[in-house]
């Protein structure tokens, strides 16, 4: 499993607005179990962009950290084209 620098860039758009409102939700970027993260990571590479049709779209996870109970996960399919953005 890599975690590369090259996907810390960033793109300009829909990406930073939504990890911006992430991050004030209390997410921050981490990996959910690991079926979970596969499972997902396979809907993000066979998931079409809506604005440019591309596949193979980046799948960035978030976890919220919870003081008591489990922690909350919501996930972001990245264009790698276009930069277009949706939460899952
Ligand atoms: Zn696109």
């Not at 793109?11 to 911006?20: C, M, T």
């Not at 998931?47 to 779209?57: E, F, K, P």
Request: charged share 25%; with cysteine.
């Amino acid at each position: 499993m890599t975690q590369g620098t090259a996907d810390e860039r960033a793109v300009s758009g829909p990406f930073v607005e939504l990890d911006a409102q992430l991050r004030i939700d209390g997410y921050r970027p981490g990996r959910p179990a690991s079926h979970i993260a596969a499972d997902d990571e396979l809907v993000c590479t066979l998931h079409a962009c809506r604005r440019c049709r591309a596949t193979r779209l980046q799948y960035r996870p978030y976890l919220q950290s919870a003081q008591n109970g489990p922690r909350r996960y919501r996930m972001l399919a990245v264009c790698r084209l276009c930069g277009e953005a949706e939460e899952f």
